[in-house]
T-cell receptor
Framework: DAGVIQSPRHEVTEMGQEVTLRCKPI?????LFWYRQTMMRGLELLIY????????DSGMPEDRFSAKMPNASFSTLKIQPSEPRDSAVYFC????????????FGPGTRLTVL | DQQVKQNSPSLSVQEGRISILNCDYT??????FLWYKKYPAEGPTFLIS?????DKNEDGRFTVFLNKSAKHLSLHIVPSQPGDSAVYFC???????????????FGAGTQVVVTP
């Protein structure tokens, strides 16, 4: 299996621009997670989908962030408008059977907002 | 607030010696604990886990110890190898209830460097 696939791997954008991060979970996995890693806060959960339905989005920082999962094989995390404080590494992870099953992480997207 | 804390941001150890990584937690509802390992430019990968009904779990060179009364767990790597140089994240999830789906809380990570 190819593992969790994320694109792009690196994104540099200017403040105010829209940023879209993409994730393809492992085939057959029913749960998908978006995380953000920063020096200050470490690894924090942004949103959790189960069977394509958002279960917990309490970690989404504010209205500028939105996430969708239109089908079992694709998810997006959008930031509009982006701000310098959004600079971080964003990880997508998937698990076979829910939140307590082993989570498999993608390689991450390093976002830099100038 | 940080419910899972790794107070040592870095650890340097000689090849062949033991690496001990520590993790403390504050939430008494946590009942499942994990360690993830992360290399640069890669995502974290699952390493080892322990349920709250145990106090030790071993997998090859890796052993995790859990002290529930102290709300403390540790990861021992024996013997340490250069390939073990990575960031190690401690994580914990709570008992699943009608109000809790088992959300993983991660520590900030400990950078381990194994020197020859």
């Amino acid at each position: 299996d190819a593992g969790v696939i994320q694109s792009p791997r690196h994104e540099v954008t200017e403040m105010g621009q829209e940023v879209t991060l993409r994730c393809k979970p492992i085939s057959g996995h029913n749960s998908l997670f978006w995380y953000r890693q920063t020096m200050m806060r470490g690894l924090e959960l942004l949103i959790y989908f189960n069977n394509n339905v958002p279960i917990d989005d309490s970690g989404m920082p504010e209205d500028r962030f939105s996430a969708k999962m239109p089908n079992a094989s694709f998810s997006t995390l959008k930031i509009q408008p982006s701000e310098p404080r959004d600079s971080a590494v964003y990880f997508c992870a998937s698990s076979l059977a829910g939140a307590t099953d082993t989570q498999y992480f993608g390689p991450g997207t390093r976002l830099t907002v100038l | 607030d940080q419910q899972v804390k790794q107070n040592s941001p870095s650890l340097s150890v000689q090849e062949g010696r033991i690496s001990i990584l520590n993790c403390d937690y504050t939430n008494s509802m946590f009942d499942y604990f994990l360690w993830y390992k992360k290399y640069p430019a890669e995502g974290p990968t699952f390493l080892i886990s322990i349920s709250s009904i145990k106090d030790k779990n071993e997998d090859g060179r890796f052993t995790v110890f859990l002290n529930k009364s102290a709300k403390h767990l540790s990861l021992h790597i024996v013997p340490s190898q250069p390939g073990d140089s990575a960031v190690y994240f401690c994580a914990a999830s709570p008992v699943i209830t009608t109000d809790s789906w088992g959300k993983l809380q991660f520590g900030a990570g400990t950078q381990v460097v194994v020197t020859p």
